[in-house]
């Protein structure tokens, strides 16, 4: 029979349509190889091409050249410059577009894919991701930070050569807000945090386990609204990014690489976001709420239904995306980098 489950804490509702499911591997790409050029000569992120970007923000040095870069992004969103200062006029309220748009090149290599990297060029990435955070956590103007990565063009990016993003923004959205309060209500209710509770609950029901390390659990959550939809949550109670260990970011760079080369070996190389959830700055340190990673492969399409009722519809039952996933065999590590 199919199932409808409910999202914990968005309160969504997804439909888990049993009797048209897929087996995981039907959902795969097929996509044709393309040819691996490690340069390409009008590639902005390419090494020689430096002066294509904005002037250079942080850089990871490695020999003569870079490991890896921070440079903002030359079509930001929003701009720094502008004060972000609120205009309200009964219905009508805006504010200046101020923002940080920071881009994240994350090899030299042009066609080198982060489930490719070795382990610690990915612990590498992550720590310029905390570098920047904590840098700009300070900033009194910014409410919120949204660190993402969009590959392929199913997920919003034609550039090819591997890239992240990280967006300072002067407020934190509904949708976002609404997250919190019910973590909040949650842990007024209970007396303790949602996530660490369904980390606790998962590891006991293992069903959605995809890999567990020492510090990181990734799993398919319960009430996935699109195939494979996955969660790493540190083990650790932490309600920011920003209070990640080394030995954490350490372990993270292996747990994110290995689930991003079962993604890629398993469903073909399949586009994706991944993007980290984590408090903004005024609630470090909150008992209620769990920073997490949400890694999502773009293999379906939103139709009328999704559009007209809010619901999604998923074919790939959650147990077996995480089963299909837990036998995919990936090198654990890949190089020493
Ligand atoms: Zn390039
Ligand atoms: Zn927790």
Sequence with gaps: MPELRQNFMTKEWVVIATERA???DEVAVHRPAKPALSYSPNCPFCPGNESQTPPEILRLPEGSGWKARVVPNKFAALSPQANPDRTIRRSLRSMAGFGIHDVIVETPNHSL??????????????RIYKTRYDELSLDPRIAHLTIFKNYGADAGTSLEHSHSQLVATPVISYQVRQRFQEALRHYDDYGCCIFCQLIDEELQEQ???VLASEHFVAL???????????????????ASFGDISAKEIADLGRVLRTLLAKLYYGLENPDYNFTIRTAPAELVGVRYFHWYMSVIPRLTRVAGFELGSGMFINTVIPEDAAEFLRNVRVETTVGVG
Excluded: G, Q
């Design 22 to 24: 897929k087996r995981p």
């Design 113 to 126: 894919a982060m489930a490719s990297m070795p382990d610690s060029h990915v612990s590498d990435i992550l």
């Design 207 to 209: 069903k959605r386990i």
């Design 220 to 238: 398919e959550i319960f009430a996935s609204p699109s195939p494979f939809f996955t969660h790493i949550y540190p083990r650790r109670h932490m």
